[in-house]
């Protein structure tokens, strides 16, 4: 979603007035209920600033990266509720119902959800908490993917955002296989939600093979990407921006393949280069 805004544009030493396309960011409530002892449940989980759109694919991604989830088909059904708020008359508060109170232990999600657009799930402070719930390592040998593949995936990404060509301000997630064809994407204000919405999204209609599959975001890699790569086992990351120290370390706990500055004719590896082809 955009608006249309008035704006003073600088340029050649003269300011004009032009109509302006900026992405709406607007936020959103997420909470789980479940039953305990035949009693509903209802908590909220997470305020997140978003793109307003695919709301329940942000949702579904993110109870299963943070594994609040183990499985899609604990989610019952996924509702946008509350009154039409604001400027844009949306619903900025939904709920998720889980199918069984044996899914969600509600007192082992031991810090807060509370989120924003630029700074992602915030809180994790050690790799060694990703263990806890993550026992397992990606494949080492696959996918692998060839060099061409890699520098083409910013650009196909790019060519086939709906929202960045007319606003400018809005990220983008790919969920591509390992030939470099897009399988899913999504787009938000911020890079963490528009990873989020991929994952659920390809969660929902069962797209995800992780043995041929890689994923492409734009701007720079963090902890908290590689993170929500590492819940799909999925085995490389790439991105067009620099990635985070924490993120090349949890990228080599756990075995995934992490490219960054990601150029026409360039790209940096920054673990597992195993799966990377560069000589055909």
Same mark, same amino acid.
């Given at each position: 979603?955009?608006?249309?805004?008035?704006?003073?544009?600088?340029?050649?030493?003269?300011?004009?007035?032009?109509?302006?396309?900026?992405?709406?960011?607007?936020?959103?409530?997420?909470?789980?209920?479940?039953?305990?002892?035949?009693?509903?449940?209802?908590?909220?989980?997470?305020?997140?600033?978003?793109?307003?759109?695919?709301?329940?694919?942000?949702?579904?991604?993110?109870?299963?990266?943070?594994?609040?989830?183990?499985?899609?088909?604990?989610?019952?059904?996924?509702?946008?509720?509350?009154?039409?708020v604001g400027e844009y008359k949306?619903?900025?508060?939904?709920?998720?119902t889980l199918n069984d109170s044996?899914?969600?232990?509600?007192?082992?999600?031991?810090?807060?959800?509370l989120t924003n657009s630029s700074? &992602? /799930?915030?809180?994790? *402070? %050690? @790799?060694?908490?990703?263990?806890?719930? !993550?026992? #397992?390592? +990606? =494949?080492?040998?696959?996918?692998?993917?060839?060099?061409?593949?890699?520098?083409?995936?910013?650009?196909?990404?790019?060519?086939?955002?709906?929202?960045?060509?007319?606003?400018?301000?809005?990220?983008?997630?790919?969920?591509?296989?390992?030939?470099?064809?897009?399988?899913?994407?999504?787009?938000?204000?911020?890079?963490?939600?528009?990873?989020?919405?991929?994952?659920?999204?390809?969660?929902?209609?069962?797209?995800?093979?992780?043995?041929?599959?890689?994923?492409?975001?734009?701007?720079?890699?963090?902890?908290?990407?590689?993170?929500?790569?590492?819940?799909?086992?999925?085995?490389?990351?790439? &991105? /067009?921006?620099?990635? *985070? %120290? @924490?993120?090349?370390?949890?990228?080599? !706990?756990? #075995?995934? +393949? =992490?490219?960054?500055?990601?150029?026409?004719?360039?790209?940096?590896?920054?673990?597992?280069?195993?799966?990377?082809?560069?000589?055909?």
């Amino acid at each position: 979603m955009n608006s249309k805004y008035n704006i003073l544009k600088y340029k050649s030493n003269n300011l004009s007035n032009i109509e302006d396309l900026v992405s709406i960011e607007e936020p959103l409530e997420i909470s789980i209920k479940f039953k305990r002892e035949e009693i509903w449940i209802q908590k909220i989980i997470s305020i997140t600033m978003r793109t307003p759109g695919n709301d329940e694919d942000l949702v579904r991604g993110f109870l299963f990266n943070e594994k609040i989830i183990e499985k899609n088909d604990f989610i019952e059904k996924i509702e946008s509720i509350g009154e039409y708020v604001g400027e844009y008359k949306l619903q900025n508060k939904i709920v998720a119902t889980l199918n069984d109170s044996e899914n969600v232990d509600i007192d082992k999600i031991k810090r807060n959800f509370l989120t924003n657009s630029s700074c &992602g /799930v915030c809180g994790k *402070t %050690s @790799l060694d908490s990703l263990e806890i719930i !993550k026992k #397992d390592k +990606t =494949l080492k040998s696959l996918p692998k993917i060839s060099k061409e593949i890699i520098i083409k995936s910013p650009a196909t990404l790019r060519d086939n955002q709906s929202e960045f060509s007319k606003t400018g301000g809005i990220h983008a997630s790919g969920l591509f296989s390992s030939n470099g064809e897009i399988i899913s994407l999504r787009e938000d204000v911020g890079r963490h939600n528009a990873l989020d919405k991929v994952i659920g999204h390809s969660l929902n209609n069962g797209l995800l093979d992780p043995p041929s599959q890689f994923i492409t975001c734009s701007g720079r890699l963090n902890f908290e990407l590689v993170q929500k790569v590492l819940m799909t086992n999925i085995g490389i990351l790439i &991105g /067009v921006g620099a990635p *985070t %120290s @924490l993120a090349i370390d949890l990228a080599n !706990k756990f #075995d995934i +393949t =992490l490219i960054g500055f990601v150029k026409e004719d360039s790209f940096n590896i920054y673990s597992n280069e195993n799966r990377v082809i560069i000589k055909n």
